[in-house]
């Protein structure tokens, strides 16, 4: 189950990241963002390392058990819900999400917005 679980994390966390590379659009705060990503994991969560990092941190105290770790997960959830930016519009309305995609096709980039 640990491995599965690690594994998950790998494939999911890899295939965001490879998104971003053929998009060419800036994957860390402050590099520039030229695409929107709507494809792929990104259908599903906003940020999908984060989690991919909630599988793994799940995965981890199958493989090498202690405490520390199984208290850690539920702390790593929170800080997931508690990182998510309102003010940005991490839960979208389907209504924004259109406004989004036609800025976007009208040829404005996402950091016009």
Do not use: K
């Amino acid at each position: 189950m640990g491995w599965a679980l690690v594994l998950l994390f790998i494939a999911w966390n890899g295939w965001a990241v490879w998104l971003f590379g053929r998009h060419r659009t800036g994957l860390l705060r402050g590099q520039a963002t030229e695409t929107l990503v709507e494809e792929g994991p990104y259908r599903f969560s906003r940020n999908p390392p984060y989690v991919g990092l909630l599988a793994l941190y799940r995965g981890l105290p199958f493989i090498a058990p202690t405490a520390r770790r199984l208290v850690l997960f539920p702390a790593a959830v929170l800080l997931v819900y508690r990182g998510r930016d309102p003010a940005r519009g991490a839960f979208r309305p389907p209504a924004l999400r259109c406004s989004l995609r036609r800025l976007h096709e009208a040829g404005a980039s996402v950091g016009d917005l």
